[in-house]
């Protein structure tokens, strides 16, 4: 052992009390060492594991969502609930107008968009699209951008209950010539869409848009 070993152990050894030489060998100094720095290092080493399996356990909770979501379809049926596509020239004109807009603003491999009317002629204009959303919640807030952009401001934007599928939904309202208008949206790892409620209040707007969400929603 070379002399550097010794003198490293004494300079870090503050406080202890001088013993014999024939009590304290070199060995037994540079052994001294590593039993002091063990319990540090023991508990570095078990807050790191236990930083590493708490974002473990984070990981695999996103992790499984995004595999279970990601797959998701969307599609408009001729009919939900009460609610009746509007099959007419001009729903039809109007629904590839709202998809195509969504398209422009969100990264979507396939985008959908339907008028629907219930039997007061209250319409529903929906459009939505489906896609690997790693930020459904951030993708969602850019889609709420796009209604600004057309309409005015979506304010008052807040979380609602997303119902049995999950992620994330928001409902806010805009200003148009006819009055408040109602929006509400939702956003999964796999599928994004909102819903614009003329004539409806919130509390009659996000159940409706969970009902829409529960029969064109698939995975």
Same mark, same amino acid.
């Given at each position: ?6 003198a490293e152990s004494h300079s870090i050894d ?11 060998? #070199? ?11 063990? #319990? ?12 590493g399996l708490a974002g473990a356990v984070a @990981?695999? &909770?996103? /992790? ?11 599609? *408009?049926?001729?009919?939900? /609930? %009460?609610? &009746? ?37 209250? !319409?529903?204009? @929906? ?7 790693? =930020?459904?919640? !951030?993708?969602?807030?850019?889609? @709420? ?5 057309? %309409? ?14 999950? /992620? ?5 309202? =805009?200003?148009?010539? %006819?009055?408040?208008? *109602? ?13 614009? @409620? #003329? ?11 969970? %009902? ?8």
């Amino acid at each position: 052992m070379s002399d550097s070993g010794p003198a490293e152990s004494h300079s870090i050894d503050i406080g202890t009390v001088d013993r014999p030489a024939s009590d304290t060998s #070199p060995a037994a100094e540079g052994d001294a060492e590593p039993r002091r720095r063990l #319990p540090v290092r023991r508990i570095a080493i078990g807050a790191v594991l236990a930083v590493g399996l708490a974002g473990a356990v984070a @990981f695999g &909770r996103t /992790g499984w969502q995004i595999y279970t979501e990601k797959d998701a379809t969307l599609s *408009t049926p001729a009919q939900i /609930g %009460e609610l &009746r596509l509007d099959e007419t020239a001009s729903g039809r004109e109007t629904a590839e107008y709202l998809s195509t807009a969504l398209s422009a603003d969100v990264d979507l491999d396939k985008a959908v968009g339907a008028v629907y009317h219930d039997a007061a002629n209250k !319409n529903v204009l @929906f459009l939505g699209g489906t896609s690997l959303f790693w =930020t459904p919640e !951030n993708d969602l807030e850019t889609a @709420f951008g796009l209604i600004s952009d057309a %309409e005015g401001a979506v304010t008052g934007l807040h979380d609602v209950d997303a119902g049995p599928l999950g /992620g994330t939904m928001k409902c806010g309202s =805009t200003k148009t010539d %006819e009055g408040e208008l *109602t929006v509400c949206g939702w956003a999964d790892h796999g599928s994004l869409a909102m819903a614009m @409620f #003329p004539s409806r209040t919130e509390s009659e707007a996000a159940p409706l848009l969970r %009902e829409i969400r529960s029969t064109v929603q698939k995975r």
